[in-house]
């Protein structure tokens, strides 16, 4: 089973990466663009003994332990299709 987990920084925190990236499209001719958020994605294979539910709880205390910095990032844990 495939898990999606997807790591941004959280609103409250500046995020110079994605600044950079937004100016740099805008300056590419793309004013639209207003904001832009830059994080991590990880796609974990799990072992298929799993259960949904078990393959989740286990994704979400490897991404707040390990994928993820709590203080200054949020995360989020998707099954994949």
Same mark, same amino acid.
């Given at each position: 089973?495939?898990?999606?987990?997807?790591?941004?920084?959280?609103?409250?925190?500046?995020?110079?990466?994605?600044?950079?990236?937004?100016? =740099?499209?805008?300056?590419?001719?793309? /004013?639209? @663009? &207003?904001?832009? $958020?830059?994080?991590?994605?990880?796609?974990?294979?799990?072992?298929?003994?799993?259960?949904?539910?078990?393959?989740?709880?286990?994704?979400?205390?490897? =991404?707040?332990?390990?994928?993820?910095? /709590?203080? @200054? &990032?949020?995360? $989020?844990?998707?099954?994949?299709?």
């Amino acid at each position: 089973m495939k898990i999606h987990v997807y790591v941004t920084p959280k609103k409250t925190v500046l995020d110079p990466q994605g600044q950079t990236i937004r100016r =740099a499209l805008n300056s590419m001719g793309h /004013p639209e @663009i &207003e904001n832009v $958020r830059q994080g991590k994605f990880f796609e974990v294979e799990v072992a298929d003994r799993l259960s949904p539910e078990e393959a989740t709880s286990v994704m979400h205390k490897i =991404a707040e332990e390990v994928l993820s910095n /709590p203080v @200054i &990032e949020e995360y $989020r844990v998707e099954i994949a299709d």
